[in-house]
């Protein structure tokens, strides 16, 4: 242990000296895992806050800030995109500033995760494809609130005052609130290499061709889905832990593609359930498809999770 210990502070003493500082609240990295003691301070002078080993697990850390660990404990942070262990004393280890590629995946992820407005709300109904979403042809999905009520049919058609019709189905299970179709993801992928991008209008409907509900959305490009391709190839190379989906749902997110970033949070969510900062991102994240059940569902636990790790962490011991 003390000859990781003593590389882990080699590393971050060069890291920090080898790059200008600069006072900026810029996103400089999340903690991935807390042990024992540790402790988080905004900056030199504020009041130390200790931190919890669940709540604030995918906690957001910004340049500047200082944690620390007492002897016997473990931090664990992942900075930029290098994963890093605090060395535990009584010494603040200040999160520093690096003039990074505004374009690194890992640089954008992180700002994407410290973006915590959800944006235009989507269609009360449909969350997929949210409202003014894009979506990837091959891949596209129909999901809606149940409480909808019996839907009978789907019509996709451009945003036009005579509007081309491209895809027309009848709906055999309307209570499911899920579609999934070759024939609807064959049609966009030719409307695409015909027409182009859209906007178009999906419409579900009752049995009586009555309008339930319905969403404007947007194909991407041949070209931006090539690009996502190879940016999802990127990540998938990250170990399957929090970070990993982080970075996936970004590369969605940048994309406009809102329903998928939306798992893709969930799906980190998976790995720090208790986490603070990250359930008030996948909160945002739904918030924008639309998805208010789901939402609301989240938004309930905040309470209980501070409520519940107030108590227990009164008796929290870990030893190494």
């Keep these: 242990m003390k000859t990781t210990a003593w590389t882990c502070w080699v590393f971050a003493a060069a890291f920090i000296l080898t790059v200008p500082f600069v006072a900026v609240a810029q996103e400089a990295g999340i903690i991935e895992d807390v042990r024992g003691n540790a402790y988080w301070k905004r900056d030199a002078r504020s009041t130390r806050v200790k931190l919890h080993p669940r709540r604030d ?9 200082r944690v620390r660990c007492d002897p016997q404990s473990e931090l664990r942070l992942r900075l930029y995109e290098r994963a890093l262990s605090v060395p535990c004393g009584p010494t603040w280890f200040p999160i520093p500033y690096v003039q990074a590629d505004k374009n690194h995946p890992a640089r ?9 407005g959800g944006g235009d709300r989507g269609d009360p109904s449909i969350y997929s494809p949210a409202n003014r979403a894009s979506v990837n042809p091959a891949t596209f999905e129909i999901r809606w609130i149940t409480n909808l009520g019996p839907v009978k049919s789907l019509l996709i058609k451009e945003v036009s005052p005579n509007g081309r019709e491209v895809f027309h189905q009848y709906v055999v299970d309307g209570m499911s609130g899920y579609i999934s179709s070759e024939g609807v993801r064959r049609a966009l992928v030719k409307y695409r290499e015909e027409r182009g991008h859209g906007p178009l209008l999906l419409i579900l409907s009752d049995s009586r061709r009555r309008d ?3 969403v404007r959305f947007f194909l991407i490009s041949e070209k931006a889905e ?6 999802l190839k990127w990540w998938k190379n990250e170990p399957e832990d929090m970070w990993r989906h982080l970075g996936i749902a970004h590369a969605f997110t940048v994309r406009q593609m809102f329903t998928e970033a939306a798992e893709e949070y969930e799906a980190a969510l998976k790995y720090a359930p208790d ?7 996948t909160i945002a994240a739904h918030q924008r498809t639309g998805n208010t059940p789901r939402e609301k569902e989240l938004y309930a636990r905040l309470p209980k999770i ?3 790790l107030s108590h227990a962490g009164r008796g929290i011991r870990w030893r190494r």
Excluded: F, P, T, W
Excluded at 57 to 65: I, V
């Design 275 to 281: 986490s603070i900062d990250l359930l008030r991102r």
């Design 108 to 116: 954008l992820a992180l700002v994407e995760y410290g973006h915590r």
């Design 306 to 308: 501070r409520k519940r």
């Design 57 to 65: 697990k995918g906690r957001l850390l910004r340049a500047d800030e």
């Design 212 to 214: 339930l509900a319905g």
């Design 226 to 231: 090539r690009d996502l391709d190879r940016e």
